[in-house]
């Protein structure tokens, strides 16, 4: 089946826009989480979204938002892009359950200038 | 809190050779622990994972690990590296709340000389 699918793969944009990432999680996954990964940052958790609600959230400020349609597809927001947004995001998709595998996709390589 | 120390972040070791990586984590009670791969531009395969039972995990592509409880550890192995196991590796412990809330260690790249 299908793995975790993200696009756009690659996007560029300006100081001040907004941006917004698609996640399409494996079939029969209801969680999908977001991480962003930066050089000097690691991976880090953003936020959980399971049957459409956000369950849980990461220690990033408002303007990186989420959410889940019923079909579980994920979309992450970022207004008023900074420099430092500059980040590969890569979403992960588990059955929702702890103990559960969680997959990742390929990532969205988002570079703001 | 929980936390995941990876200690080295650059290993080199010989095609062929042995390999260990090492993981510490901090975590308040029995952890759900894993180890996933991340090749140059690409996302993050799972290699494995340790919920419970049989503290010796095994995995793709040839890796095991090991949990050990005494000494927070989580060890990943392997007895012959070979040259497209250069990637970066992360531990990870899952979080106490929530299914897919992982916390990473910091990485460690590896390099495998021929």
């Known amino acids: 089946k299908a793995g975790v699918t993200q696009t756009p793969r690659y996007l560029i944009k300006t100081r001040g826009q907004q941006v917004t990432l698609s996640c399409s999680p494996i079939?029969?996954?209801?969680?999908v989480s977001w991480y962003q990964q930066t050089p000097g940052q690691g991976l880090q958790f953003l936020f959980e979204?399971?049957?459409?609600?956000?369950?849980n959230k990461g220690n990033f400020p408002g303007r990186f938002s989420g959410r889940q349609f019923s079909n579980s597809r994920s979309e992450m927001n970022v207004s008023t892009l900074e420099l430092g947004d500059s980040a590969l995001y890569l979403c992960?998709?588990?059955?929702?359950?702890?103990?559960?595998?969680?997959?990742f996709g390929e990532g969205s390589w988002l570079t703001v200038v | 809190a929980q936390s995941v120390t990876q200690p080295d972040i650059h290993i080199t070791v010989s095609e062929g050779a042995s390999l260990e990586l090492r993981c510490n984590y901090s975590?308040?009670?029995?952890?759900?622990l894993f180890w996933y791969v991340q090749s140059p531009g690409q996302g993050l395969q799972l290699l494995l994972k340790y919920f419970s039972g049989d503290t010796l995990v095994q995995g793709i592509k040839g890796f095991e690990a090991e949990f050990k409880r005494s000494q927070s550890s989580f060890n990943l192995r392997k007895p012959s590296v070979h040259w497209s196991d250069a990637a970066e590796y992360f531990c990870a412990v899952g979080a106490r709340t929530g299914a897919n809330n992982l916390f990473f260690g910091t990485g460690t790249r590896l390099t495998v000389i021929p």
């Open positions: 979204y399971f049957s459409e609600t956000q369950r």
């Open positions: 975590y308040g009670a029995t952890p759900y």
């Open positions: 079939s029969g996954h209801r969680s």
């Open positions: 992960a998709s588990s059955a929702g359950q702890r103990g559960n595998t969680i997959y």
